[in-house]
């Protein structure tokens, strides 16, 4: 069973960045698209971006371009997801989901078990 | 950009009766449709892919149906853990996450 491991909650200056790690279960890295999601308190899911398993090329929805930088360390089986220039409104958990295999597009599972970042002055 | 529409927003069931929750896609998605359950405090869990095939570890009493623009979660026999927020959310095409603002199940 593929579990995935996320760091700790963090609070964070507006203006600042913050830094999400995710850590995997076996092959899951080098294998399987990895994607970040957040959901803001009482909101909905939203995708932010993907590293593809083979060129560890990365994919951003265009409402975080510029702010959002996905990275791995496959000799730990870790992924980590960078966000700067925060805002109030970034507050969220961040959940970091295994894709598939060989598309981008696909479901999500499993998911890690959430992070939440507060930003506040 | 496809948009995806639930109802109702709130659903309110007894245990033990049948819950049936609608997903709508403003375009065609075909078959390309997962579900997920979400808890308080808890992250998503897939429970049906591709529209109709339960995930590993779902119960049966959680199916799911349609394709193109119209789905459907049933969820037979509510169990006290089974209230919770559902999400339907498309893979057929950009951008990636495509989710419904989710159904509540609470209880009546």
């Known amino acids: 069973q593929v579990l995935l491991v996320q760091s700790g909650a963090e609070v964070k200056r507006p203006g600042a960045s913050v830094t999400v790690s995710c850590k995997a279960s076996g092959n899951t890295l080098r294998d399987y698209y990895m994607h970040w999601l957040r959901q803001a308190p009482g909101q909905g899911l939203e995708w932010m971006g993907w590293?593809?398993?083979?060129?560890?090329?990365?994919i951003y929805s265009q409402k975080f371009e510029g702010r959002v930088t996905v990275t791995r360390d496959t000799s730990i089986r870790t992924v980590y997801m960078e966000l700067s220039g925060l805002k109030p409104d970034d507050t969220a958990v961040y959940y970091c989901?295994?894709?598939?295999?060989?598309?981008?597009?696909?479901?999500?599972?499993?998911w890690g078990q959430g992070t939440l970042v507060t930003v506040s002055s | 950009e496809i948009v995806m529409t639930q109802s109702p927003a709130t659903l309110s069931v007894s245990p033990g009766e049948r819950a049936t929750l609608s997903c709508r896609a403003s375009?065609?998605?075909?078959?390309?449709l997962a579900w997920y359950q979400q808890k308080p405090g808890q992250a998503p869990r897939l429970l049906i892919l591709?529209?109709?095939t339960r995930a590993t570890g779902i119960p049966v009493r959680f199916s799911g149906s349609g394709s193109g623009t119209a789905f459907t979660l049933t969820i037979n026999s509510l169990q006290s853990e089974d209230f919770a927020v559902y999400y339907c959310q498309q893979y057929d095409s950009w951008p990636p996450g495509t989710f419904g603002p989710g159904t509540k199940v609470d209880i009546k």
């Open positions: 591709g529209a109709s």
């Open positions: 989901a295994r894709g598939a295999m060989i598309r981008g597009v696909t479901w999500f599972d499993p």
């Open positions: 375009q065609s998605v075909g078959s390309n």
């Open positions: 590293i593809n398993p083979k060129s560890g090329g990365t």
